[in-house]
C-alpha cells in the first residue's frame, strides 16, 4: 500500500490489523511514533492551526531532509576546513624555502649566505637560493650585477639566463644584463659555461658575451670597481653606461642625436651625479642638461 496513504490513515487512526503490520515496518516508523508521543505534551496556543495531511508531509519531509543533511555535512565540512589549514601551514613552512634579495635602483647590498659565503649585489639585481638545502646544492639565481666571495666548501653555482658559473672557493663578480654576459675572476678559479662556449678562468681573467659575440680580456683590479662607488668601462657602447648611469641614481635620461652604439672608455662615480655626467659627456664631447630633477637630456653633435 501506498506509503503516504498508510500515513494519513496512521494520523487519524484508522488503521486495520494488517496495515498497522505494515506500518511498522516502513524505515521511519520510529521517527513517526516519536513525533506523536511527543506531541501529547504539546498545548497549542489559541491562535494555532491544524495543519491538513498535505502541509504535515511537506513539513515532514522537509525536516527529514534538514536532518539528513545535517547529520553528515557538518563533519564534512569541519574535515575539509581542517585539510586546507593542514596543507597552508605546510606549504608555508615546508615548500616555499626559498629567499630571494633584490636591489633597487641607485642601492648596493652585501649578503651574508648560510656557508659564509658573501654576496654583493649592484644596483637593480636580485639573487634566489633556498636557505634549508643550502647545505647540500650550494645553488642560487642571478639577475642583474653581484661580486661573489666564497667560502670554500662544496661545489658553488651561479645560475643566469645566459651562462653558469661554478667553483668551489674564490672571489669573481657576474654580470648578467639585457645581452650582456660577463664573468671577471678575481682569485682562485671559475668554470664558466654559456651554450657552447666553456672556460675555465683564473684570478685576471675575464669572460664576456655582448650583442652575441664573444671576447676574452685580462683585468689587473683586485675586486670590481662598482664596490668601490665607480664604474669604469673599456669600450662599451655609450647606451650600456647611460644604463649603468641610470641605475646607479635612479634617473631617466634621453640621448638626443647621440650615437647609442658609440663605444666609451672611461668611469663614473656613483657619489655625485654632476661629476659622473662631466666624465661620461666631456670625452665625448657632448652636453647635458636637466629637463627635472630625475630627468637628463645629453645632447650629441650633429653628423
Not at 50 to 71: A, C, G, H, M, P
Not at 74 to 101: C, E, H, Q, W
Not at 215 to 235: G, H, R
Request: glycine share 4%.
Amino acid at each position: 500500500m501506498d506509503k503516504d496513504v498508510l500515513i494519513k490513515k496512521w494520523l487519524n487512526n484508522e488503521l486495520s490489523e494488517a496495515e498497522e503490520k505494515a506500518f511498522k515496518q516502513l524505515g521511519d516508523y520510529d521517527f513517526n511514533q516519536y513525533i506523536l508521543d511527543n506531541a501529547k505534551h504539546f498545548k497549542a496556543s489559541n491562535f494555532s492551526k491544524i495543519d491538513d495531511f498535505e502541509t504535515f508531509k511537506d513539513n515532514y519531509n522537509s525536516q527529514n531532509i534538514k536532518v539528513r543533511k545535517l547529520n553528515w555535512k557538518k563533519p564534512m565540512l569541519r574535515i575539509a576546513s581542517v585539510i586546507v589549514i593542514a596543507l597552508g601551514i605546510y606549504s608555508l613552512f615546508f615548500l616555499d624555502n626559498t629567499t630571494k634579495i633584490q636591489t633597487l635602483a641607485s642601492e648596493k647590498t652585501t649578503i651574508e649566505l648560510p656557508d659564509n659565503s658573501k654576496v654583493s649585489l649592484n644596483a637593480l639585481s636580485s639573487i634566489e637560493f633556498n636557505k634549508n638545502k643550502w647545505n647540500e646544492n650550494r645553488m642560487l639565481k642571478l639577475n642583474g650585477e653581484a661580486y661573489f666571495r666564497v667560502a670554500k666548501g662544496k661545489q658553488f653555482d651561479v645560475i643566469t639566463t645566459d651562462g653558469k658559473v661554478t667553483v668551489v672557493g674564490t672571489e669573481f663578480n657576474v654580470i648578467q644584463r639585457d645581452n650582456y654576459f660577463e664573468v671577471k675572476c678575481y682569485e682562485g678559479v671559475v668554470r664558466v659555461s654559456s651554450d657552447t662556449i666553456i672556460r675555465r678562468l683564473i684570478a685576471g681573467d675575464t669572460y664576456k658575451i655582448f650583442d652575441g659575440k664573444f671576447t676574452e680580456s685580462k683585468t689587473t683590479s683586485s675586486q670590481p670597481q662598482w664596490t668601490k662607488e665607480s664604474s669604469i668601462f673599456n669600450a662599451m657602447p655609450i647606451k650600456e653606461v647611460i644604463a649603468e648611469l641610470e641605475r646607479q641614481y635612479n634617473i631617466k635620461v634621453i640621448l638626443k642625436e647621440v650615437n647609442a652604439n658609440r663605444l666609451f672608455t672611461g668611469g663614473f662615480t656613483h657619489k655625485n651625479l654632476e661629476n659622473a655626467l662631466i666624465s661620461i659627456t666631456q670625452p665625448m664631447n657632448m652636453t647635458y642638461e636637466f629637463d627635472s630633477s630625475k630627468h637628463i637630456i645629453i645632447n650629441g653633435q650633429k653628423e
